[in-house]
């Protein structure tokens, strides 16, 4: 398994503001997600974040919008950008460490946009 | 694209009242489907993963099974604290990535 730790767990944000979301992993991973949780619906994947190179965005996601970082085998931020009341949900990282085919969530981060 | 589609949307359950949630699935190749128990205001935990039709999965009161459509998540004499949503998920590429369902959240009274 793996323990992963994001910051902030939540925030209260204006609009057209951007919000920088951390993910801390205790182990070297390979693959490392982002997804984002829309009150009362199921978790959408953003992107895949890969170490050393840009992410990977799913489509209805871009980069201006939701820049990622990978600067390490342990460590993303997603930023959401512009923000606008839409944006308002949970986003979540997710990691799958190496041998393991199950995927391991953080606790989330709970984003509201005023 | 993957498809995945559960029910019920929310179960009621009294103490002791065994239920099956199900997970309807459409994916061009099963690599694995995966069963997550979600928390309010938590990240989901992982659960169960089952590769092939046939394949069953337990652990203390949930027992999942799998065939080529559809997956069941068995609760067996439930109890409040597995009052949750479950979710369940497919995954069919070699590239770990996920596609969710909408969730059953399970209310279990006493």
């Known amino acids: 398994s793996a323990v992963i730790s994001q910051k902030p767990s939540r925030d209260i944000c204006q609009r057209g503001t951007s919000l920088t979301i951390q993910c801390q992993v205790d182990?070297?991973?390979?693959?490392m997600f982002w997804y984002r949780q829309q009150p009362g619906q199921s978790l959408t994947l953003i992107a895949t974040?890969?170490?050393?190179?840009?992410?990977?965005?799913e489509s209805g996601f871009v980069i201006d919008k939701f820049p990622i970082s990978r600067p390490n085998l342990t460590f993303s931020t997603l930023t959401v950008s512009n923000m606008s009341p839409e944006d308002s949900s949970i986003y979540l990282c997710?990691?799958?460490?190496?041998?393991?085919?199950?995927?391991?969530f953080g606790q989330g981060t709970r984003l509201t946009v005023v | 694209e993957d498809q995945v589609t559960q029910s019920p949307e929310a179960l009621r359950l009294q103490e002791g009242e065994s239920s099956s949630l199900n997970c309807s699935y459409t994916v061009s190749g099963l690599r694995g489907l995966f069963w997550y128990r979600q928390d309010p205001g938590k990240g989901p935990e992982f659960l169960f993963t089952?590769?092939?039709a046939g394949e069953e999965k337990e652990k203390e009161r949930l027992k999942a099974t799998l065939t080529k459509k559809e997956s069941f998540l068995h609760i067996t004499a439930p109890k409040p604290e597995d009052s949750a949503t479950y979710l369940c998920a497919v995954n069919s590429g070699g590239d770990y990535k996920l596609s969710f369902g909408a969730g059953t959240t399970v209310t279990v009274r006493a």
């Open positions: 182990s070297q991973v390979t693959m």
């Open positions: 089952l590769y092939s």
């Open positions: 997710s990691v799958h460490p190496t041998g393991n085919t199950e995927a391991f």
């Open positions: 974040a890969n170490q050393g190179s840009e992410a990977t965005y």
